[in-house]
């Protein structure tokens, strides 16, 4: 589940303190992100847009020179930051593609910028740095994700060419009772995936009772770690790849 990032107070001193010595210029970024609700690191490093090639650059800071439209930027917890759909597409025009494809499922899950504004966007900008892998992101982003890892299991899957599966679908038996709520589904081969993380430990008895129901319901599952994802792509991959080749549409 994606984590509500908290605002401590060590990371906005540091980012208070960082905008009186740099009054002019604007939290971006996973800075921006962060400030805006997003589980990311908002300080390693703190990333600004600054509008004066003047302004030196200052260790722990990266500094973005450019100007911003006055929509772009807005004020949060007293700071200057780039606006969530600004913040956005900033995310979403990184590479490489699977991080920019996480920054968008978070901000679209939470909601706090939507689809429609994005490729609203894409309408009316041709030619910005980065719109390319943008494009791409957001042809690829799914606002029902519930976390970054669920993400890169997802796009690991795409860049290996295998089907497009489903995000957080509930599923159901044959008298129409509730079994689960997979982070991925394949409905043409009844394939559940499942990304088990920290929490997984935490919620062990209910996760092992809602495989034992979907088992139950004639449905597959598959489950997999960070250390799969990370470390073991390919068996990831070819788990997968065997699964659906066993069991066709």
């Known amino acids: 589940m994606y984590g509500l990032a908290e605002l401590a107070p060590s990371p ?3 980012l208070g303190a960082i905008s009186r010595r740099l009054p002019a210029g604007v939290f971006s970024g996973q800075t921006a992100g962060w400030l805006h609700g997003l589980a990311l690191v908002p300080t390693e490093p703190v990333e600004m847009i600054v509008p004066s090639f003047r302004i030196s650059g200052r260790a722990g800071i990266r500094l973005l020179r450019t100007t911003l439209e006055p929509g772009d930027v807005v004020r949060l917890k007293g700071l200057a930051v780039t606006s969530a759909l600004r913040t956005a597409v900033d995310l979403g025009s990184r590479a490489p593609l699977v991080e920019a494809v996480v920054a968008l499922d978070m901000a679209l899950h939470r909601r706090i910028v939507s689809l429609t504004q994005l490729r609203s966007y894409l309408k009316v900008t041709r030619r910005a740095k980065g719109i390319a892998t943008l494009r791409r992101a957001i042809e690829l982003t ?4 519930e976390s970054p890892m669920e993400t890169r299991l997802r796009m690991l899957l795409l860049m290996a060419r295998l089907p497009r599966p489903h995000a957080q ?6 008298q ?3 079994l689960g709520r997979p982070d991925l589904y394949y409905s043409e081969h009844k394939l559940a995936l499942e990304y088990d993380g920290a929490t ?3 919620s062990l008895v209910e996760d092992n009772r809602r495989q034992n129901r979907l088992l139950n319901g004639g449905f597959r599952l598959l489950r997999f770690t960070a250390a799969d994802i990370f470390q073991a792509p390919e068996s990831v991959i070819g788990q997968v790849r065997l699964a659906i080749s066993k069991h066709g549409p």
């Open 200 to 202: 997984h430990r935490d």
């Open 176 to 178: 129409g009772r509730f």
């Open 142 to 145: 799914e606002p029902a994700t």
């Open 169 to 174: 679908v509930s599923l159901h038996d044959h």
């Open 12 to 14: 906005l001193l540091q």
